[in-house]
């Protein structure tokens, strides 16, 4: 009897752990920007890099019509290796490529190019808010009201964070707060790639500012952005934010041939873009910009009755994609 007790004790203590823990990988060598498609069982999975971790392989999985990642260990797919365009064409009728070519039509840009909108038959936005480099601590106003404010009729809440590697690596207690709320199902994190270093110069011009100053090294900035990710045990997603929201069309190019889909915004609410249905609304959670998300509170309180009525919602940003792209 005690032996069985103990048992289910052990057993229980495994689920917990499990459930609440994302693995991390401290210890990553040999990481590749690698793409192919990857069987196991029936299931077809897109591969977008891999690499070592205490001697065993990993791949970073994506399901291109879910829009979800995963990291699994290699050795239990069988992989077939293909070069981005061979990539796209194999999965060319997924919402993942549809929305990469999208973004790609749109390059031109210097200032807000990728995709913009999500859904716009649905009431309600998708939420995405900046973590670039900063010495302040994390906009906690942002999580704690979304969560008490939806908690009736959406839990977990979705958001989407684009993170930085400097402000990971001097907000390691924010960061541990924001896995703590995802452990407990109370946000449900779409991570989006912010670049590493997030350079800005307040005196040049857009076109030699952010990933477009001299000297960027573009690698570096989107898989070391990456291995902090996955070293502070955060997944990364298929998709990229610029900083500055600057680019150029070699610049989205880059972006889109290392995999992933560039995200602007219709709606910076510190700039005064107002939101819409099926917006992607941009505000800043590193401190940085209060009047954007005290513009964002405003915007939930004013939904307050549709919000209880499931009438105005907040949306993940992969199945906005998904819907905006998908069959
Ligand atoms: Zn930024």
Redesign the pocket.
């Known amino acids: 009897m005690a032996k069985r007790f103990y048992l289910f004790v052990f057993f229980l203590f495994f689920a917990i752990s499990t459930l609440s823990a994302q693995t991390t990988y401290p210890d990553i060598k040999n990481y590749q920007v690698y793409f192919g498609s990857a069987k196991r069982n029936t299931q077809d999975w897109l591969v977008l890099r891999r690499f070592e971790d205490h001697n065993k392989s990993y791949l970073l999985l994506l399901d291109p019509r879910e829009l979800e990642t995963k990291v699994d260990e290699a050795s239990l797919y069988q992989v077939n290796h293909l070069t981005i365009d061979e990539l796209r064409k194999y999965f060319a009728v997924t919402a993942y490529v549809k929305a990469l070519s999208k973004a790609e039509s749109q390059d031109k840009m210097i200032q807000d190019a990728g995709i913009q909108t999500g859904m716009p038959k649905e009431t309600g936005i998708t939420l995405t808010a900046?973590?670039?480099p900063s010495h302040r601590p994390l906009d906690r106003r942002i999580f704690t009201d979304i969560f008490n404010e939806f908690k009736k009729v959406e839990q977990p809440v979705p958001i989407a964070l684009?993170v930085?590697g400097i402000w990971m690596r001097a907000h390691q207690a924010d960061l541990a707060w924001l896995k703590d709320m995802q452990a407990h199902r109370q946000i449900n994190i779409t991570w989006i790639n912010?670049s590493f270093n997030?350079r800005v110069n307040s005196k040049a011009p857009l076109t030699q500012n952010f990933l477009l100053e001299k000297g960027t090294d573009i690698y570096y900035e989107v898989t070391e952005t990456e291995k902090a990710m996955l070293k502070n045990g955060l997944l990364p997603s298929c998709f990229f934010?610029f900083?500055?929201l600057v680019s150029d069309a070699q610049l989205v190019d880059a972006i889109i041939n290392f995999g992933l889909i560039p995200i602007g915004t219709d709606a910076w609410l510190a700039k005064g873009q107002q939101p819409q249905n099926g917006s992607i609304v941009l505000i800043?959670g590193n401190g940085n910009e209060p009047v954007g998300v005290a513009d964002f509170i405003k915007l939930i309180q004013s939904k307050k009755r549709m919000i209880t009525n499931k009438q105005w919602l907040l949306y993940d940003l992969r199945e906005s994609v998904e819907d905006e792209f998908g069959n």
Request: proline share 9%; net charge neutral; charged share 20%.
């Open positions: 900046d973590l670039c684009s930085t912010h997030h934010r900083p500055g800043h």
